[in-house]
């Protein structure tokens, strides 16, 4: 069986810029941004794991400080009937990781995520990072982000190596693809929730409270195509580990 060696993943910087959060006042981590009135989403990162990730940090005592207290676990079955969970949680540390080496994959990665190409596991694109990063052109504004911002080639290029020394492992690839999937899905939203109106207020409280209620995302769309992409690696790779 293909699976996770996780202290080997963990033990990786993916991006990794030091003291890059003096340019931003810890933007990423604090997630408060005045331009992102939302009235429901708890106050802190919000916190996205896979399954197995959120269980092998808190088998293995790495969670950072808090992460256990908010988190939630979702459990989704698929259109092929495959079960599927992922686990949401709160940053509350407004940028002092409690263990550094342990945080989130999310936070690794950021500012990017990769878009592979599941046949050879190649990065053949870099995404935004987070939910937030997507309202900023709707808004006219910059990234708060500076790595972001900077766009430095020979950064993205250490990444994407990083990325895809990673995606050698089809359960990452697998969950590559799923974020792909989904963030499509949320960006096709937003997009459609600033069509032919003026960035205001209720605009994303509207957007926000609609995300809650699970009304203004094509989840059924997404699951199938979790579903397609799921039969396509296991395909190509029998004998993995991908949930
Ligand atoms: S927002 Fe960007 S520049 Fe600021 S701390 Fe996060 S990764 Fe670094
Ligand atoms: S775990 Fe660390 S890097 Fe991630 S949001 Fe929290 S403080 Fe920031």
Not at 69 to 87: A, H, P, R
Not at 140 to 150: L, V
Not at 176 to 200: G, Q, R, T, Y
Not at 216 to 236: F, G, M, Q, V
Request: net charge negative; with cysteine; charged share 25%.
């Amino acid at each position: 069986m293909i699976k996770p060696d996780w202290e080997l993943t963990f033990s990786k910087t993916f991006v990794d810029v030091p003291d890059c959060w003096t340019t931003c006042d810890s933007a990423c981590c604090k997630q408060d941004f005045n331009q992102l009135p939302f009235a429901f989403f708890p106050k802190g990162a919000s916190m996205i794991f896979t399954q197995r990730e959120f269980e092998w940090l808190e088998q293995s005592g790495k969670l950072q400080e808090g992460f256990k207290k908010y988190s939630s676990k979702y459990s989704w079955t698929l259109d092929n009937g495959q079960d599927f969970s992922y686990y949401t949680s709160v940053c509350k540390l407004e940028g002092v990781c409690s263990l550094p080496n342990f945080r989130p994959l999310l936070c690794k990665f950021f500012p990017w995520f990769p878009k592979v190409d599941i046949k050879n596991g190649s990065v053949v694109g870099l995404e935004k990072g987070t939910l937030f990063e997507l309202f900023w052109p709707h808004l006219g504004a910059k990234s708060p982000c500076t790595i972001f911002n900077e766009n430095d080639p020979t950064l993205k290029a250490k990444a994407i190596s990083a990325y895809e020394d990673l995606a050698k492992t089809p359960y990452f690839l697998f969950h590559f693809k799923l974020v792909e999937i989904v963030m499509k899905a949320i960006d096709i939203s937003i997009s459609s929730a600033f069509k032919s109106k003026d960035p205001n207020d209720s605009i994303i409280q509207d957007w926000e409270k609609s995300y809650l209620q699970g009304s203004n995302i094509d989840w059924k769309k997404c699951r199938s195509e979790i579903s397609a992409i799921y039969d396509e690696i296991k395909l190509l790779h029998p004998d993995a580990v991908l949930i």
